[in-house]
């Protein structure tokens, strides 16, 4: 769920930015204050180790697709919220960095969107509350369950309210919605097993390492695969049940349909006349083209052209338009031409 | 190759981009720095039915891979690969979007492709700045920059930590998962259960390693700093550069300059 710059305007992207960074700035100010020198090379290590895992693809039973780990949870339950906040907002720089998935400016979008969540919402008020300090496996798996379903669908929400608020794409906000939450509820699902997986793991071997004092564990061996099951199950169960709801009822996604694509009726003939010969007044400026003796024969059409949301738009313009683009482009073209020329020269 | 050593090699192919020479390569980071983000800026600054002022900041790119000795198959194969979120919601602006917009004889071009092509442009000219930027400066001076612009010492410190570990992680991660593939025949990926042994293991692994590191950098005299050698100044090369790029967005940005050439041309035409 990488936000990408090409989505975003640049009031929301730098918005953004300004929230991350007070917030890696605080999170540094804590990590700084509890003076473990230590903990500074261990998040460098974990922040490759996440990225890494990242990169491991497993089955899930049952359903024959797969899935990868994304970190966020399982980051906070090792390091703690403000130490996590920073490890997930280095995998995400490197991510926009290398693999530009997202971009320089969403890396703002992105470090809240899959770093705020877990680290300061899920983790502190869902995770700890619910493991709390007598931890039990079931305890354990409930809480990485409910902080990763919740930490997920907040930041598919927060990307469909950054993408409408920006206003590049066209989707409706609550087809965006549809498209995005149930998706990112099977992600949230198969996240919070992976975590409590690994974290009942670990805690057999390290218990320290997850917050766990030794004396209070009775970890039990928890089926995992059997809840993914059932859970899927229930999953799909719902979506059935929730799309045959929408399927009697359909008017939700045709009033958003309707409300984006039809919202301006027609413009009259008339006024389609008037432009019309506007749009002739222009073009006789350019004799030349060929487009005007086809003009009579098409003049119902070409007035079709709309003013509403391009005010500026005339043919002539936009004549001189794709002249001028072409122009531009094959300018570029051959500077980069010379250059490569130049360097080549530089080389031989 | 599985995914990991392909990333890696990856990264380490960008790395061995930015320790070549040229011109750009010595320049500051921070001069890069900034004129990359003030170039996504402006380019995102556009409104969304944009296109033909848009051409005309691909000036960009193409002068710094030429200059930078990069190769334009690398930043274009990268920008194909990544991303496919931009697209995929980009590609609903057609189907809600009808309006038309331009017509060409019987074409009719709705408002919906328009902007569906100014997403791709926008996305083509981010995605290959950022490539650009980190395949001049590699990712270390790009930290070394942000610390100078005021970025909190932690944060940079451990980022550095973790870009360092990338690649010694990812070819221990490379291993055992081409260990297990090789025990598992005609499997694509690694089944759940032995996922989490493979992952919690490598935890573990990680977590001594940590240990081990910072005992040998205690050993070395670490107190909490990491101090770089790469002196960085700001010269007359930087500011020629960025200022140079900045008045050259701008100017795209407040005129219309395809427009203008195209008028001059069909003007000569008359």
């Known amino acids: 769920m990488h936000m990408a710059d090409a989505l975003i305007s640049p009031a929301v992207g730098g918005t953004m930015w300004a929230v991350t960074a007070g917030l890696i700035s605080y999170s540094a100010k804590r990590v700084k204050e509890e003076k473990d020198e230590a903990k500074i090379p261990l998040m460098g290590v974990l922040g490759a180790f996440i990225f890494a895992a990242q990169m491991i693809n497993f089955s899930i039973p049952a359903t024959g697709s797969s899935g990868h780990l994304a970190g966020g949870t399982i980051l906070a339950i090792l390091l703690g919220p403000y130490a996590a906040f920073l490890v997930m907002a280095s995998v995400l720089i490197v991510q926009a960095l290398f693999f530009a998935d997202g971009g320089l400016l969403a890396l703002g979008c992105n470090i809240f969107n899959m770093g705020f969540f877990p680290c300061f919402l899920a983790y502190p008020l869902i995770y700890q509350k619910i493991v709390n300090n007598r931890p039990t496996a079931k305890k354990i798996l409930i809480a990485s369950l409910i902080s990763s379903i919740v930490s997920l669908q907040l930041g598919a929400f927060s990307v469909v309210i950054e993408t409408v608020i920006s206003g590049i794409s066209e989707l409706p906000f609550k087809v965006f919605v549809l498209l995005m939450q149930p998706i990112h509820l099977a992600i949230g699902i198969v996240e919070g097993l992976v975590t409590a997986a690994i974290v009942l793991f670990v805690a057999r071997l390290r218990p320290e390492l997850v917050g766990i004092k030794d004396n209070l564990i009775s970890v039990t061996q928890v089926n995992i695969k059997k809840v993914l099951i059932s859970l899927i199950l229930a999953t799909i169960m719902t979506a059935g049940l929730i799309s045959w709801f929408a399927s009697t009822k359909p008017d939700g996604l045709e009033w958003a349909i309707f409300k984006t694509s039809g919202k301006e009726e027609l413009k009259p003939k008339d006024d389609a006349h008037d432009f019309f010969a506007k749009i002739q007044e222009k073009i006789a400026f350019f004799p030349d083209y060929a487009f005007k003796t086809n003009k009579s024969e098409h003049s119902e059409q070409e007035v079709e052209v709309r003013t509403t949301s391009w005010p500026s738009i005339d043919a002539g313009t936009s004549v001189s338009g794709l002249v001028g683009g072409a122009m531009t482009f094959f300018l570029v073209f051959l500077i980069a031409l010379g250059l490569k020329f130049r360097q080549n020269k530089i080389k031989s | ?270």
């Not at chain 2, 848009?54 to 891979?65: D, G, R, T």
């Not at chain 2, 200059?67 to 690398?74: A, D, I, Q, V």
């Not at chain 2, 270390?140 to 930590?161: D, T």
């Not at chain 2, 259960?193 to 001594?208: A, E, G, Q, Y």
């Open chain 2, 1 to 270: 190759m599985n995914n990991i050593e392909a990333q890696n090699f990856d990264i380490g192919y960008i790395d061995t981009l930015a320790s070549r020479s040229s011109v750009l390569h010595r320049l500051d980071p921070r001069a890069k720095l900034i004129t990359t983000l003030f170039f996504i800026v402006m380019v995102i600054s556009f409104d969304k039915y944009e296109i033909i002022r848009l051409v005309p900041f691909f000036i960009y790119p193409i002068v710094l891979i030429s200059l930078g000795n990069l190769s334009y198959k690398f930043v274009f194969k990268r920008v194909l690969m990544v991303s496919p979120f931009a697209i995929l919601v980009g590609i609903f602006n057609p189907i809600f979007d009808k309006r038309v917009l331009i017509q060409l004889g019987t074409i009719n071009i709705s408002c919906g492709w328009i902007s569906f092509f100014s997403i791709v442009l926008r996305f083509i000219l981010t995605v290959s700045a950022a490539i650009i930027l980190v395949s001049l400066a590699g990712f270390n001076a790009v930290c070394s920059a942000l610390e100078k612009l005021g970025v909190p010492e932690p944060f940079v410190v451990q980022l550095l930590f973790f870009y360092r570990y990338l690649f010694i992680l990812g070819d221990e991660f490379g291993r055992v998962v081409r260990a297990s593939f090789f025990r598992a025949v005609n499997k694509r990926t690694v089944s759940f259960s032995i996922f989490i042994s493979i992952v919690s293991n490598l935890l573990l692994r990680t977590f001594d390693r940590a240990e081990r590191i910072y005992c040998a950098m205690c050993s070395r005299g670490f107190d909490g700093h990491i101090r770089l050698i790469r002196s960085m100044k700001l010269t007359y090369a930087e500011v020629i550069f960025m200022f140079g790029w900045i008045f050259l967005f701008i100017l795209f940005r407040s005129t219309n300059f395809p427009l203008k050439l195209g008028v001059f041309i069909t003007g000569h035409l008359r």
